[in-house]
């Protein structure tokens, strides 16, 4: 039996392209390359009828270690807290105050891309600042 050794985290969004676009200034990602026939993603974000808004966008890991991204519009909004969440690495390795000020410095970077800041959970030691993106999804600097 195989085992998979790839796979992508997709977003339900109403945005597809402004939400990679944050992604991939939060994790220095890339967007794909546009479909076929557009010279870039503000090309095809305004194809649809009427102007309406692509319908996906995608990014990557140039160093092709992390997932894919895939962001997908759809109709309904977000009405409940995610199920699933990303968590950034800040802090990997840090502990207590240092561990802190490495989180903090990373939300600082974040919120002028459109973060924003929810709650810091810090027992002294540990820590992690529940943040959210530009659509209300929940993630976390870690």
Same mark, same amino acid.
């Given at each position: 039996?195989?085992?998979?050794?790839?796979?992508?985290?997709?977003?339900?969004?109403?945005?597809?392209?402004?939400?990679?676009?944050?992604?991939?200034?939060?994790?220095?990602?890339?967007?794909?390359?546009?479909? @076929?026939?557009?010279?870039?993603? %503000?090309?095809?974000? =305004?194809? &649809?009828?009427? /102007? *309406?808004?692509?319908?996906?966008?995608?990014?990557?890991?140039?160093?092709?270690?992390?997932?894919?991204?895939y962001f997908q519009?759809?109709?309904?909004?977000?009405?409940? @807290?995610?199920?699933?969440?990303? %968590?950034?690495?800040? =802090?990997? &390795?840090?502990? /207590? *105050?240092?561990?802190?000020?490495?989180?903090?410095?990373?939300?600082?970077?974040?919120?002028?891309?459109?973060?924003?800041?929810?709650?810091?959970?810090?027992?002294?030691?540990?820590?992690?600042?529940?943040?959210?993106?530009?659509? =209300?999804?929940?993630?976390c600097v870690d």
């Amino acid at each position: 039996m195989s085992s998979i050794k790839q796979f992508q985290v997709t977003f339900d969004c109403a945005e597809p392209v402004r939400l990679a676009r944050f992604w991939c200034t939060v994790l220095g990602y890339e967007l794909v390359p546009p479909p @076929k026939g557009f010279t870039d993603w %503000d090309a095809f974000d =305004g194809s &649809g009828p009427s /102007g *309406e808004h692509a319908s996906w966008c995608a990014c990557v890991d140039p160093s092709e270690g992390g997932p894919r991204l895939y962001f997908q519009r759809v109709p309904e909004g977000k009405v409940a @807290k995610n199920r699933v969440h990303l %968590d950034v690495r800040a =802090g990997t &390795g840090l502990v /207590g *105050e240092e561990r802190l000020a490495a989180l903090e410095a990373e939300c600082a970077r974040l919120v002028p891309h459109g973060a924003v800041r929810d709650r810091l959970l810090y027992d002294g030691v540990d820590s992690c600042i529940v943040m959210r993106d530009i659509e =209300g999804n929940e993630f976390c600097v870690d």
